[in-house]
């Protein structure tokens, strides 16, 4: 069902016809930091609702500027970013509605695990009291319940990880944004939150643009890839996959998988190439 939509201007206003309009519209970015480095050049994106977004490419193609302009926490120097069904606060930015997970997990070392996930909702001038239940479920969501009073010292690094994600979803938000969330950790535990993730995309319905340089990682868990290349940042290429096929150790093996791999793979060496031969 379609449902009524925010407006930017903060208003309630009935959507147009057809599909409900995008979590974010990103129209011909780019960024220029102050030392002169275009990070990104024209680079455009729709983020639709439900979507599983895969930003892959190599080491300084401009995936964090992009996924830091979508959170609102870094502004374009030229071209638009919007955020057609969320709430806009006066600074022009959407309210709420976007979790951020960064590479590392950033727990504060003397607060336990309950505390580390109010953190965002302390910062928000909610009291304990009143969002006990909303922390509990955040952590039953990432499998941590039983690691409410654990310092972050207890935990191994996936749990870490996993609390930081708790910490991202207690707001509720519409669109989680991952930046290299699991490229620190070893490869059985990678696997198993690739699992985690897609478990909790499937059942929640959240919308998640996720950052990585890993071909498998991005295959394994989108429905879409964008595939970037670098000098400057922009979009080379983009691959929808099939998600009705269920991602399990059994797709690992699969020819569906290994094709997807091959595919995005070859487009990746192409955005890499053309950025090693000056070209770009
Ligand atoms: P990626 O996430 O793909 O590794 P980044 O978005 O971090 O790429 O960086 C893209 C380019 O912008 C890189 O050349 C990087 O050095 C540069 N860059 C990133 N942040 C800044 C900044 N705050 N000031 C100057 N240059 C930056």
Known sequence: MIQAVISQEGQRTPPKEGRPRPLVTMQSVSKRFSNGTTALSEMSLNIEKGEFISLLGPSGCGKSTALRIIAGLGDPTSGSIDWPSSRIGANGKPQGDIGFV??????????????????????????????????????????????????????????????????????????????????????????????????????????????????????????????????????????????????????RTSEDYRQACEKVSRALLEAMGSETDGHS
């Open 102 to 251: 960064f590479q590392e997990p950033t727990l504060m070392p003397w607060k336990r695990v309950f505390d580390n996930v109010y953190l965002p909702l302390r910062l928000a001038g909610r009291p304990k009291s009143a969002v006990r239940e909303d922390i509990e479920a955040a952590l039953e969501t990432v499998d941590l319940q039983d690691f409410a009073k654990a310092y972050p010292r207890e935990l191994s690094g996936g749990m870490k990880m996993r609390v930081s994600i708790a910490r991202a979803l207690v707001t509720k938000p519409k669109l989680l944004l991952m930046d290299e969330p699991f490229a620190a950790l070893d490869e059985i535990t990678r696997q198993k939150l690739n699992d985690d993730v897609l478990k909790l995309w499937r059942n929640t319905g959240i919308t998640i643009v996720f950052v990585t340089h890993s071909v498998f990682e991005s295959a394994y868990l989108s429905n879409r890839i964008v595939v970037m290349k670098a000098r400057p940042g922009r979009v080379h290429s983009e691959f929808p996959l099939l998600t009705s096929v269920e991602r399990n150790t059994h797709y």
